[in-house]
């Protein structure tokens, strides 16, 4: 009788906190794309700072507008890290960008932004 009252004590407490723990994967996809706007927007400006035929000047203030669009999705980032560790390694990368030129992260930012926009954010 006593093991029957403590199932019934935990089998709601079980359940909460899957169904609570879903609702902060959801809530770390959202932050998770939220984050990949701003990755989306630099990567942009990135690539338009490439192009051949502007000026080095040009240039510059493009990189340097494409590396704050993508630290303004670092706050986005956390959140998701914190929801979620899974999504560390989008945090990890966008805050590599202050030593690592951007050019060389676009790979990983664009692979980590599809996964979070995919239909199952989890591949």
């Known amino acids: 009788m006593a093991r029957l009252k403590r199932l019934g ?3 709601p407490l079980l359940a909460a906190g899957v169904l609570l723990s879903a609702c902060g994967t959801g809530s770390a996809v959202a932050q998770a794309r939220t984050a990949c706007e701003f990755v989306h927007r630099a ?3 990135q690539a338009r700072s490439d192009v051949k035929g502007i000026s080095a000047a040009q240039s510059n203030a493009l990189q340097g507008q494409a590396m704050s669009e993508l630290l303004k999705g670092s706050s986005s980032a956390a959140a998701a890290t914190s929801s979620d560790g899974s999504w560390n390694p989008l945090m990890t990368t966008i805050s590599e960008a202050e030593r690592v030129p951007l050019h060389d992260l676009v790979p990983a ?3 980590l932004c599809q996964v979070a926009n995919s239909s199952s954010p989890y591949l």
């Open 9 to 11: 004590i935990l089998a």
């Open 43 to 45: 990567l942009v400006l």
């Open 109 to 111: 930012l664009t692979r």
